[in-house]
């Protein structure tokens, strides 16, 4: 998600016109395949925790949640524009 949130601030700024590569497949697709990573154990090599929409970050702990209340406006930010 960082790299979204990235490329959606340079375009927006003007700055730049970003181009996104993803490598794998949507989150929906990616959760039945991390469902089956996990326990079955059948990894497929671009569509894991690591790759597929949204990156490894999709699949984070939720630091960015965790402070709901007392976020600071940056936070705030991040999580009004998603």
Not at 5 to 34: N, T, Y
Not at 49 to 78: H, M, P, Q
Request: net charge positive.
């Amino acid at each position: 998600p960082a790299g979204l949130f990235a490329a959606l601030r340079l375009a927006r700024s003007g700055i730049a016109r970003p181009i996104l590569l993803e490598r794998g497949q949507p989150v929906e697709s990616r959760g039945k395949h991390i469902g089956a990573l996990i326990h079955r154990r059948t990894l497929l090599p671009n569509s894991n925790f690591a790759f597929g929409e949204g990156g490894a970050g999709t699949w984070s702990d939720g630091k960015l949640t965790t402070r709901i209340g007392r976020n600071s406006e940056a936070v705030r930010y991040v999580l009004d524009t998603f």
